[in-house]
């Protein structure tokens, strides 16, 4: 059976981590949806410069809305996206309406300038929201200090959030308990917090691609018990916080009114290290109630040779403690590391 098919029985959803006009035009989205169970897309600025630059698949659209008037390359930008998440949206609104506004999202983000103001961060969001127009869109909102207090306000307006930029655990609880409070908030304003739906992504491997230079100065055996496993350690360890902050009598009382989880969605899970095997983190971060975002070449990848792994993410969480253990006591410190996740997005990108 198709490896990418099988994640449906281990309660974790497939998106596609691309996008391009022509992978709805030419049905090819639909087709991921169709045999491979795809059940939702994410996108970002650079995915759409890539799609844009390459080729000549935009040119009519440019030329036409070029036509209208005089736009700024933001204008331009933007007049395609949305258009094209909108496509998208649409193609997957089965999904969307199947799972009962579980699936079926596509996500697209705020301008990365905007990420340490929040009021900034606020009016994009509500713009692109209105913009798009589809109850399937998540708007993207970074981690960081000012995208927190947002994550809260827009979850209590009733905006889809996916949040970005997610490499710390520590960081992590606290975007669990913006989401919450907004819950709580559109609770109170009279909201339907059936309908809200939210993700927190995890940057995988650009986890080990920055903890990488600190392992140089050590010693071989203990490189080859840190290598490539900071990440799934650190994911791992999440996890096991998801399904303890998602439990008691505050969850309870929201899950009773129909408020769903906010899923660990695992981003960045191709292997920017050759040495490392080309499924590494799609089959080590299999769990229920998760949600992992692929790139074409790794999706390729794990319907050709994957091995599924049910509830792989819950196996050996005391040797992910380990990992992080060791990490610590060699001096390095991943807190640091990870505190510097905007800078290690472009470094990596």
Same mark, same amino acid.
């Given at each position: 059976?198709?490896?990418?098919?099988?994640?449906?029985?281990?309660?974790?959803?497939?998106?596609?981590?691309?996008?391009?006009?022509?992978?709805?035009?030419?049905?090819?989205?639909?087709?991921?949806?169709?045999?491979?169970?795809?059940?939702?897309?994410?996108?970002?600025?650079?995915?759409?410069?890539?799609?844009?630059?390459?080729?000549?698949?935009?040119?009519?659209?440019?030329?036409?809305?070029?036509?209208?008037?005089?736009?700024?390359?933001?204008?331009? #930008? +933007?007049?395609?996206?949305? =258009?094209?998440?909108?496509?998208?949206? $649409?193609?997957? %609104?089965?999904?969307? *309406?199947? /799972?009962?506004?579980?699936?079926?999202?596509?996500?697209?983000?705020?301008?990365?300038?905007?990420?340490?103001?929040?009021?900034?961060?606020?009016?994009?969001?509500?713009?692109?929201?209105?913009?798009?127009?589809?109850?399937?869109?998540?708007?993207?909102?970074?981690?960081?200090?000012?995208?927190?207090?947002?994550?809260?306000?827009?979850?209590?307006?009733?905006?889809?959030?996916?949040?970005?930029?997610?490499?710390?655990?520590?960081? #992590? +609880?606290?975007?669990?308990? =913006?989401?919450?409070?907004?819950?709580? $908030?559109?609770? %109170?304003?009279?909201? *339907?917090? /059936?309908?809200?739906?939210?993700?927190?992504?995890?940057?995988?491997?650009?986890?080990?691609?920055?903890?990488?230079?600190?392992?140089?100065?050590?010693?071989?055996?203990?490189?080859?018990?840190?290598?490539?496993?900071?990440?799934?350690?650190?994911?791992?360890?999440?996890?096991?916080?998801?399904?303890?902050?998602?439990?008691?009598?505050?969850?309870?009382?929201?899950?009773?009114?129909?408020?769903?989880?906010?899923?660990?969605?695992?981003?960045?899970?191709?292997?920017?290290?050759?040495?490392?095997?080309?499924?590494?983190?799609?089959?080590?971060?299999?769990?229920?109630?998760?949600?992992?975002?692929?790139?074409?070449?790794?999706?390729?990848?794990?319907?050709?040779?994957?091995?599924?792994?049910?509830?792989?993410?819950?196996?050996?969480?005391?040797?992910?403690?380990?990992?992080?253990?060791?990490?610590?006591?060699?001096?390095?410190?991943?807190?640091?590391?990870?505190?510097?996740?905007?800078?290690?997005?472009?470094?990596?990108?």
């Amino acid at each position: 059976m198709n490896p990418l098919k099988q994640l449906e029985a281990c309660g974790q959803a497939p998106w596609l981590d691309f996008l391009k006009r022509s992978l709805v035009q030419d049905g090819e989205l639909q087709t991921l949806i169709d045999r491979d169970g795809l059940k939702g897309l994410t996108s970002n600025p650079s995915i759409f410069q890539k799609a844009i630059g390459e080729g000549d698949e935009y040119a009519g659209a440019i030329r036409d809305f070029l036509a209208t008037g005089d736009h700024s390359l933001s204008d331009i #930008y +933007e007049h395609l996206a949305i =258009a094209d998440i909108q496509e998208a949206a $649409d193609v997957l %609104r089965p999904v969307y *309406d199947k /799972t009962k506004a579980r699936d079926g999202y596509v996500s697209l983000e705020c301008s990365p300038y905007l990420a340490n103001d929040t009021e900034a961060t606020l009016v994009e969001a509500h713009r692109l929201w209105a913009a798009v127009d589809r109850p399937n869109l998540m708007v993207k909102v970074p981690a960081t200090p000012a995208g927190i207090p947002a994550i809260r306000r827009l979850i209590g307006e009733g905006i889809n959030i996916n949040i970005t930029l997610l490499f710390a655990v520590e960081v #992590y +609880e606290q975007v669990v308990e =913006a989401y919450l409070s907004g819950l709580e $908030d559109l609770q %109170r304003a009279g909201g *339907d917090v /059936t309908r809200i739906a939210s993700v927190a992504s995890f940057f995988i491997s650009r986890i080990d691609g920055a903890v990488e230079p600190s392992l140089k100065s050590l010693s071989d055996n203990v490189v080859d018990g840190l290598r490539g496993k900071v990440a799934v350690a650190s994911a791992k360890i999440s996890y096991a916080r998801y399904r303890a902050l998602f439990s008691g009598p505050r969850w309870q009382a929201l899950a009773s009114i129909g408020a769903q989880t906010q899923r660990l969605l695992w981003a960045s899970t191709s292997t920017k290290d050759k040495s490392f095997s080309d499924t590494l983190y799609v089959e080590e971060l299999i769990g229920r109630e998760t949600v992992d975002t692929i790139p074409p070449a790794t999706m390729d990848a794990f319907r050709d040779h994957g091995r599924v792994k049910p509830d792989g993410i819950e196996a050996d969480v005391d040797g992910a403690h380990a990992v992080l253990a060791t990490l610590k006591t060699q001096g390095i410190a991943l807190g640091d590391i990870t505190g510097r996740g905007p800078a290690i997005r472009r470094r990596l990108r």
